[in-house]
């Protein structure tokens, strides 16, 4: 079937909620893609940060094929194996770097999407809120419901989690929207402190993404997320990160919380878990694991057995000291051979998670589609905004081939 046909059969029959590139692929290996006309592509986005071992990744393909072979689906009602032992995983990865005292295990509920992860975070705190007002004796509807969330933000596009995303423009044509957030602005202390002491009592959960990818890569600061979590433990809200773009060693670092040197309460995370096997999570810390009880959340393919077997061999090859010392380094070589190109004025980012805003003049949804016609796949954030998420095994040749096909595209 050519493009043309197979343009022609979503017009007639997929819903135009996307705004589709003018290329079909057929075929990935590694860190590029093939066309349905032969023509290669150095991929510096990997299905928005979700091939993170790069396309049909020798151990994902063999772990698919095998479980495929063996059982597809059961549901949650029963145990398969693999589930157990990817939960211990998580948690041994969020635990990586806490001090001994504040260890505790995390319990995961297992999802198929961001989104979704975003949505049983969002229960859990409110839940939880209910339950201590339960056991006070207190009615639950007076539990504290208030979620603080960040401008710029981006938690999904169900209707709590697009509550929840701080931007405006999202939330035209879907009111009236479900209530309950409240967005603050991004690194600025003050303005979170004020918030708490105002509403602070009617406040179950903090929730922001610790570095904010969909608005155009920008990270929090290890002040803001530390004066976050000391604000929400002072309130006895919980503080949820929303991992789902910026976790999983996209940052060199199992979580890019880490870096500020905090534990939080609640992680989300989803996108590079399973090298593109739909797969996502929910991880809270010790007793928060417990809030929900049987029947209280659900989901009929979470924690399937093909996403449980794609997830546990992507995390068994990106848990290595080799794979954190690459991201760093590559990412760096990223981020300084964007720096040098003409018509880029800011870069920013970690690791492997890099937005670059261009200069006036040149249009980013412009440079995107001249990139992709010289044989380059990135994307825009917003009209002046570049986003690159490339696989977790790039290295400087890569970043230096992506460099040299977006000079020749800014200087066109």
Known sequence: MTLEEQKQLEREYVMPTFARKDVEFVRGEGMYLTDAAGERYLDMLSGIGVCSLGHCHPAVVRALTEQADALIHVSNYFYIEGRGQLARKLSELLECGVAAELRAPWKTFFANSGAEANECAIKLARRRATRKAEERGDDPASAPSLIITLVRSFHGRTLATLSATGQSRLHQGFEPLPEGFLP?????????????????????????????????????????????????????????????????????????????????????????????????????????????????????????????????????????????????????????????????????????????????????????????????????????????????????????????????????
């Not at 155009?216 to 991992?243: K, M, N, Q, W, Y």
């Not at 870096?259 to 996108?271: H, R, S």
């Open 184 to 412: 603050t602005p991004i690194n600025d202390v003050e303005a979170l402190e004020r918030l708490m002491d105002s509403v602070g009592d009617a406040v179950c959960a903090i929730m922001m993404e610790p570095i904010q990818g969909e608005s155009g890569v920008h990270p929090c600061t290890p002040e803001f997320l530390a004066a976050a979590r000391r604000l929400s433990a002072e309130h006895d809200a919980l503080l949820i990160l929303d991992e789902v773009q910026c976790g999983l060693f996209r940052t060199g670092r199992p979580f890019a919380f880490q870096a500020a040197n905090i534990v939080p309460d609640v992680v989300t995370m989803a996108k590079g878990i399973a090298s593109g096997m739909p797969a996502a999570a929910c991880a809270a810390r010790g007793p928060f694991g417990e809030v929900m009880g049987p029947g209280e959340h659900g989901s009929t393919f979470g924690g399937s057995n093909l996403a449980v077997a794609c997830a546990l061999a992507t995390l068994t090859e990106l848990d290595d000291p080799q794979v954190e010392e690459r991201v760093s380094r590559v990412g760096q070589a990223l981020r300084d051979g964007l720096s040098e190109l003409p018509g880029i004025c800011a870069v920013r980012g970690d690791g492997l998670m890099v937005g670059a805003d261009l200069t006036e003049g040149h249009a980013a949804p412009e440079v995107v589609d001249a990139a992709l016609q010289a044989g380059l796949v990135i994307n825009a954030t917003g009209p002046s905004t570049l986003r690159f998420l490339p696989p977790l095994i790039a290295e400087e040749p890569h970043v230096d081939e992506a460099c040299a096909i977006l000079r020749s595209c800014l200087e066109g």
